[in-house]
């Protein structure tokens, strides 16, 4: 009886070739979000939501999630939760810390804190150098 | 399967300790049981190692300067009686010892899940045991249990091995989580719905998902200091851009739920107690189990009120502050319910009752200075200081080391089929409470006065109140000395214990004591809820 | 049938059926996968905080990794993916022959990974860019660039050694295999290495576009 039932819902070999071809386009759109020119902010949602949409596809299909999924669905889910729990939460804390708590020269620091700080600190936080230019960008 | 009534019957059918006898057979063997004992001796091995790190420091901290060893010694004091406490005795022993044995037990089933991958276990628990200590030994790290970079990945002393046995024992701990999530799940007996379940299954179920999900994170970060050490990548260095607290994020992320690790357990033994020694279905059932699971996953949300006064942003403690006032919200809803049981219970007054009364007093009060500290205001007045000290030994020793001798106490006549002196054990519950009391009092007191923790020397105004903690440390462990005494006595002199001396409802009280090999000869079909006291009273076979 | 009588070699004493002991394997090996979840978070938290706090560092140091390299290896990847699932199909149609081949082929996409990575950190290596104090590419300097490195090669590094685990546990698999083990009533190591394999899988593919493209 649950071989009939599984044979209905097993999946065979086209079915994962699909699943991989899909994986593979997904794949070049991801990496064709890299030459583009939008904002940081566009290209690691983009980026991020691709990747999801693989990682689902993976989950569900290949590690049959779909087939017989319940309860290690749950855990999975679950991980995840914590997983934004943890990287959204400490990122909450350094994006609203004090500027200088956070290490010298990030993103926070707006400007030298003290005059007579030595070695003399610059007005801006130093640039970085040398861009290769192997970047589209 | 009904009670066997003799109890030299008892002795002279193989039950899981004289099957198979020799050395071998105890250290390649598969059953929970005999895995439980392995654990038992090992937890207790630990508890006497760091009860003896925690005399002497209390011996060094008599006097107020230098006592019996310089600052550096006392350093590794602290750090080892933190390293072994917490990992090699609060974490594994109620789910090691109580865990293993009774959760099948409760369940109908034969094992757990995976019998030799439990087995596994207890050789990580030794591996990892064996490579801290050593690395203590060896040169001994000072930074405390805690590890807080930059000192730990700038220290003189030997970090790596201490980290590296943390981490082995990590293992263990998941796959002992991994190994009770699935037996709970796949191994109930038939009609053993999950609202039949035994209070105790419940809240080692939640704790298991803390294991599961809490303890890699610890393994990667520790490993990240052990990595930082060796190569200074700078992963936590401002001077290579890196940032101190973030370690502490990390570690706290564990750390923190790591606590519930070593409460729910407690909370799951005293949920059976209570409901055997007040002869009462415990009030609220639905309240208390899912109040488990609610400690373990709000658990997760309040890390940062360990870095309140670390260079956390104003906004983020606010948020930890909240959210660590509402995990308080489900252990109060416990308490309330387990007083409430007592309420027109018929209640036996024996050792495994009087610890739990003092488990009771020791949680409202570890608990509720616990709420004052997650207040930021007061707590950056408390923080690092014997305040926080006496709060967090009021919850580890006070409740969870009360519930663990709660659970000793009562199942001991389960496990080994003997039952102890009950004099000596209500004498020495008495002592280990009040010596409890004498020890922490004072702390709260040191610390509201602004005595700092880890300090080997203090002024002179902290003397008298030091010297009344020592004092009282000294009667704790003479406490816990006489039990260690009486109960290994009785494995030997005890009177035989029947099936079900205290004339509890719970499941694995339907078994002989100590069990057999084989925990039930056909697997059982429940019909009824866990305790379900207002049925007759089964006959209550009292030890002869 | 998955269910079978007592008589099963690979019934265990304390399971009733050998489909619920299936399905508890199965479910102890999802939990296990969520605990390697949880351990590369670590890792990916730092990335994201350190992200946050010098975007233009991490920026312009990602614009340093090999991304058609990094492309290739994800295209690798995927495709072992696809023969790992291949295999556990005809393991559980017995087909001993299919499975050998098919998990040695992944365990091949495995090396020829490894041997790509190790391409990629032969040319950091000799650029001078190395993680934390020991980065001398000059260039490229500035704050963040030098942590960029520093979690590129923990992160890359620790996938790395999931890999080696994997290919060790699917060639593990593949000798059982090859002995016949597996068929329709019993198939679940395979399975498992699968997962496992899997799991590899789905890493890479957070890390790659995180590493590599932004």
């Avoid at chain 1, 003290?114 to 970085?128: G, I, S």
């Avoid at chain 2, 009860?51 to 750090?79: H, S």
Wanted: hydrophobic share 50%; aromatic share 16%; charged share 10%.
């Amino acid at each position: 009886m649950e071989a009939k039932a599984h044979a209905h819902k097993e999946f065979g070999p086209l079915q994962y070739v699909i699943v991989w071809g899909a994986l593979l386009v997904l794949t070049a759109i991801t990496v064709a979000v890299w030459k583009t020119h939008w904002s940081l902010g566009t290209r690691v949602t983009v980026a991020l939501s691709v990747a999801t949409v693989k990682a689902g596809l993976v989950a569900l299909f290949f590690m049959h999630l779909w087939e017989h999924g319940g309860v290690n669905r749950l855990v999975m889910a679950t991980s995840l939760l914590f997983v934004a729990l943890l990287i959204g939460l400490v990122i909450a804390d350094n994006a609203t810390r004090f500027e200088y708590a956070n290490p010298p020269y990030s993103s926070s620091w707006t400007r030298a804190p003290f005059e007579d700080a030595a070695p003399p600190l610059q007005e801006q936080p130093p640039p970085v150098e040398g861009v290769p230019e192997a970047a589209p960008h | 399967m009904s009670p066997s009534a003799a109890s030299e019957a008892v002795y002279n059918s193989p039950n899981y300790l004289n099957a198979e006898a020799g050395i071998r057979s105890w250290l390649t063997t598969r059953d929970h049981k005999r895995i439980a004992v392995m654990y038992l001796g090992l937890v207790v091995a630990a508890f006497a190692l760091g009860g003896f790190f925690a005399l002497l420091i209390r011996v060094e901290l008599l006097t107020p300067g230098p006592t019996i060893m310089d600052a550096m010694t006392y350093n590794r004091m602290f750090t080892l009686h933190g390293v072994i406490m917490i990992f090699l005795f609060m974490i594994p022993a109620i789910p090691g010892v109580f865990g293993n044995f009774f959760l099948p037990l409760m369940l109908g089933a034969q094992d757990v899940a995976f019998p030799r991958i439990n087995l596994f276990t207890v050789y990580l628990y030794l591996i990892g045991a064996a490579i801290a200590v050593w690395g203590m030994i060896q040169g001994g790290t000072d930074t405390g249990w805690t590890f807080y970079t930059p000192y730990s990945t700038t220290t003189v002393t030997t970090v790596a091995p201490v980290l590296l046995g943390a981490f082995i024992l990590g293992m263990s701990s998941i796959l002992t989580g991994v190994n009770f999530i699935v037996t709970i799940h796949t191994l109930r007996a038939p009609g053993l719905t999950w609202m039949r379940l035994p209070l105790f299954v419940w809240a080692i179920y939640a704790t298991s998902i803390i294991q599961v999900l809490a303890t890699p994170v610890l393994g990667m970060t520790l490993l990240l200091v052990a990595v930082e050490k060796a190569f200074g990548f700078g992963i936590f260095d401002p001077a290579r851009g890196g940032d101190p607290i973030l370690f502490q994020h990390l570690f706290w992320f564990y750390s923190h739920p790591a606590v519930y690790i070593m409460v729910l357990p407690a909370m799951a033994v005293v949920s059976e107690v209570v409901q055997a020694f007040a002869r009462k279905n415990i009030f609220g059932y639905k309240a208390v189990a899912f109040s488990s699971l609610g400690i373990a996953f709000v658990g997760f949300f309040v890390w940062g009120h360990h870095l309140f006064t670390s260079g956390q942003s104003t906004f983020a403690s606010g948020i930890f502050g909240v959210l660590s006032m509402f995990v308080g919200i489900f252990t109060a809803i416990k308490v309330f319910n387990w007083t409430a049981t007592l309420y027109k219970g018929a209640i036996h007054v024996a050792a495994p009752f009087v610890y739990f009364l003092g488990f009771l007093y020791f949680l409202m009060f570890g608990g509720l200075t616990g709420i004052a500290l997650s207040t930021v205001s007061l707590d950056v007045h408390w923080q690092d200081t014997y305040f926080v000290v006496a709060h967090f030994h009021f919850i580890m020793v006070g409740a969870t080391i009360m519930a663990f001798l709660a659970g000793l106490h009562y199942w001991w006549p389960k496990m080994f089929g003997r039952m102890y002196s009950e004099r000596w054990a209500l004498a020495a519950a008495v002592l280990v409470i009040l010596g409890f009391n004498a020890t922490f009092i004072p702390q709260f007191l040191l610390g509201n006065m602004g005595m700092p923790r880890r300090y080997y020397s203090y002024p002179e105004q902290f003397w008298p109140l030091n010297v009344a903690s020592t004092a009282g440390a000294s009667l704790l462990a003479f406490g816990f000395l006489i039990v260690l005494i009486y109960l290994v006595t009785s494995l030997v002199n005890g009177k035989v214990a029947g099936p079900n001396p205290w004339g509890s409802r719970g499941y694995e009280w339907n078994t002989p004591s100590p069990p057999n090999v084989l925990n039930f000869p056909e697997t059982p079909v429940i019909t009824r809820g866990a305790h379900e006291y207002q049925d007759p009273p089964a006959e209550a076979t009292h030890a002869h | 049938m998955h269910t079978e009588a007592a008589g099963s070699p690979h019934l265990a004493h304390h399971f009733p059926s050998l489909e619920q002991q299936e399905h508890a394997a199965r479910m102890g090996m999802w939990l296990f996968l969520s605990t390697e979840v949880l351990l590369f978070t670590v890792l990916f938290t730092a990335y994201a905080v350190y992200r946050y706090l010098f975007p233009v560092g991490f920026e312009a140091a990602s614009r340093l990794a090999h991304v058609a390299v990094g492309a290739t290896n994800t295209v690798v990847l995927i495709t072992s993916s696809l023969t790992v699932a291949l295999a556990i199909y005809y393991a559980r149609r017995g087909d001993s022959r299919k499975t050998v081949a098919l998990l040695a082929v992944t365990i091949a996409f495995g090396a020829v990974f490894m041997v790509l990575k190790a391409y990629e950190y032969h040319h950091h290596f000799v650029d001078g860019q190395l993680p934390g104090k020991f980065y001398h590419y000059a260039g490229l300097k500035g704050p963040g660039v030098s942590m960029y490195f520093t979690l590129y090669f923990l992160m890359t590094g620790l996938h790395g050694l999931h890999v080696l685990i994997g290919m060790g546990v699917l060639a593990w698999v593949a000798a059982r295999a090859a002995r016949g083990e597996f068929g329709r009533a019993y198939s679940t190591p395979v399975e498992l290495g699968g997962l496992y394999w899997h799991l590899v899988d789905l890493i890479w593919i957070f890390l790659f576009p995180l590493l590599y493209l932004l």
